[in-house]
């Protein structure tokens, strides 16, 4: 039962082997756009010699003999080849950054979902939102990164080695004051990318604080803590506004710095070529040709920079994806999976005919919390079909824990569940339905209608009608207009704790278990609702693992399991225990009562 633990982290490889993965799951697409774009980004290197060709021959000094009109004629086609080639590369590269990006989200969440239950994220909300979103985007942004530092490096040596035979006391009179402004401007820009880190960092902190404000208002009601509450916010707000402040004016600031080299290498070339120009030395198409390719050198050697650092970016970015996956390798991000982007996804695996249940041993069940001594140990049941289990104990004595044990829910655990005499090897993928199916203390409901909501994605074949009705859920239903396409959630119905309760239990009727698991079903319903659940729950004649003080529950039992500080201290038919133990007669006559909310 033991598994590999979150803090279990795998080495994350070089972005390199991340980003051959991800080129190798649509190869054709990535070949088209990379040679599209590199196409696009060498074009500017003709230009700038067509250019130098037309005002040569325009002069008479050509050393070709070419007519103008067939320059322009080059000119035109080349920019016809150029405009096809971006239009080629935008839509291959359009189709592999989706399916990147997609696959790269498929993975996390694949990942996030089939993590046992019980177990907590190792982040908040909002920055495993923005990981999914944000992290998963820049690491698809980062196929481009190859074939834009290929055909960058390819345009920055290919333009400077023109310059040169052009003329070389120019081009180094020129380059070296371009290169130290650069220099400056790429220094400038690693702060800038400090700076960026910041922002996207306080707001993802803004999204998890109001997605954390969204989940407890009532709670923030309650309490009486509004103020407080949006003094955090504006708090958060305030740091937020600074850091995206810098980062604009940082940006900005290097960008205008960059943009005014142009100007300056433009007005360097005529500074130092004047007297040569005037002798005739250094022609008119010359100038050209170094006003179009200093800029672009420029530009592309500026670019370089930036691949750098989208590189780094991105490497950070899979770390943090990496995270998110607790405890799998990292390349699991990468791994390929049918997306079904255009097709409809194939339906969901058929329901698993099951054998029924016949016994379910437990055997020394232990699961503790990491860094702390609390939960349950050494629990030891047997369950046979048709029969009702209840576990009771003090608040904090480990009936929630035991439960999720049994399920599998935690990652770490110890001991052995036999189902049929057979070992469980995964209990968090074999204690599910149509085996077993489950109703927490605190359930949690989707946005939709009720109906949706019990079926979740169930056929409907009248097994809602039947569910609702073991669950008490008639009468309400009436009170609601539309009873069972009442919508529920956010734009929706507010239920009240007793019926999210009811609705939970209807869905887990509704999957017609071999074994129903009930963590104090009815801790917010009132005497006569409770009875009246306990009683049909009783009546399909269910095999039951039900956490309850109330008596009536424990009276029906067939064994009672009465925990303290995390083990079993009594088990057997309720009568048995109030004679042999004295933790048991106290317990039954002060049970540990949830109070009842209103419904
Ligand atoms: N995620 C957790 N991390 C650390 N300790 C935990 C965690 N969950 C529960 N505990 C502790 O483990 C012990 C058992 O908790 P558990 O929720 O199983 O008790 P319980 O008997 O179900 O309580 P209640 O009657 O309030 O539902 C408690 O001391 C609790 O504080």
């Not at 040569?56 to 070709?64: K, M, Y």
């Not at 170094?290 to 490497?315: C, D, I, K, P, W």
């Not at 995270?323 to 695996?349: F, I, N, R, S």
């Not at 929630?400 to 995964?426: C, P």
């Amino acid at each position: 039962m033991s598994k590999q633990t979150t803090a279990e982290k795998a080495a994350v490889p070089p972005t390199l082997a991340f980003l051959w993965r991800l080129i190798t799951y649509s190869p054709w697409r990535y070949l088209l756009a990379a040679s599209g774009w590199v196409v696009f980004h060498l074009w500017p290197l003709l230009p700038g010699v067509l250019g130098k060709l037309l005002f040569d021959v325009l002069e008479g000094r050509a050393a070709v003999g070419v007519t103008v009109w067939t320059v322009v004629a080059i000119i035109v086609a080349g920019g016809l080849a150029r405009c096809t080639a971006i239009i080629g590369a935008t839509v291959a590269w359009a189709g592999w950054y989706l399916r990147a990006r997609g696959l790269v989200q498929r993975n996390l969440l694949d990942r996030v979902f089939r993590l046992p239950g019980a177990q907590a994220m190792p982040k908040t909300v909002g920055e495993s939102i923005s990981t999914v979103r944000d992290d998963s985007d820049a690491i698809a942004l980062m196929g481009g990164w190859g074939f834009d530092m290929l055909a960058g490096i390819i345009f920055a040596v290919g333009g400077l080695a023109i310059l040169l035979t052009v003329d070389v006391k120019i081009t180094i009179i020129v380059m070296v004051p371009l290169a130290v402004v650069l220099a400056l401007a790429q220094f400038a820009r690693a702060r800038a990318y400090r700076v960026r880190e910041q922002s996207r960092e306080a707001t993802a902190k803004v999204t998890g604080t109001i997605g954390e404000i969204v989940v407890a208002v009532r709670a923030i009601k309650a309490a009486d803590k509004k103020n407080e509450v949006v003094d955090r916010l504006r708090a958060d707000n305030a740091v937020r506004k600074t850091a995206m402040i810098r980062d604009k004016v940082q940006s900005l600031a290097i960008d205008s710095v960059f943009n005014s080299t142009a100007s300056l290498g433009a007005g360097l070339v005529l500074l130092v070529a004047a007297g040569q120009m005037r002798s005739g030395e250094f022609t008119t198409g010359d100038f050209v040709l170094f006003a179009t390719y200093l800029m672009q050198v420029a530009e592309y050697t500026y670019f370089m920079g930036y691949l750098v650092r989208t590189y780094q970016q991105s490497g950070v970015s899979f770390v943090r994806a990496a995270e998110l996956l607790q405890g799998a390798p990292p390349m699991t991000l990468v791994d390929h999976h049918p997306l079904h982007l255009k097709a409809e996804p194939p339906p969901a695996d058929p329901v698993p005919a099951v054998e029924p249940l016949r016994e379910l041993e437990i055997r020394s069940l232990t699961h503790v919390f990491p860094g702390t001594d609390r939960g349950v140990r050494d629990v030891s049941l047997t369950i046979r079909p048709g029969t009702v289990t209840v576990v009771t104990g003090e608040v904090g004595s480990g009936k929630t824990t035991l439960l999720r044990g049994v399920l599998g829910l935690y990652a770490a655990g110890h001991g052995e569940i036999r189902w049929n005499g057979e070992r469980v090897e995964d209990p968090g993928d074999f204690m599910v339905p149509p085996r077993v199916a489950y109703t927490p203390q605190n359930p949690t409901l989707l946005s939709g209608s009720i109906r949706e909501n019990v079926l979740l994605g169930l056929p409907d074949d009248g097994r809602v009608e039947r569910a609702v009705h073991t669950a008490v859920l008639g009468p309400d239903l009436e009170r609601f207009d539309t009873g069972l396409e009442t919508e529920i959630g956010v734009r929706g119905v507010r239920l009240s704790g007793g019926q999210v309760q009811r609705t939970a239990a209807a869905r887990m009727f509704a999957r017609e278990p071999s074994l129903l698991v009930m963590d104090d079903l009815s801790s917010a319903l009132d005497v006569e609702t409770e009875q009246e659940l306990w009683r049909r729950i009783f009546a399909t004649s269910t095999t039951c693992l039900a956490v309850s003080h109330r008596p009536a529950v424990l009276e029906r039992a067939d064994q009672v399991l009465l925990l303290k500080d995390g083990r079993v201290i009594a088990a057997g038919p309720l009568a048995d225990l109030l004679e042999s133990s004295a933790d048991m007669r106290m317990h039954y006559r002060t049970p540990a009562q949830t109070p009842l909310p209103k419904e």
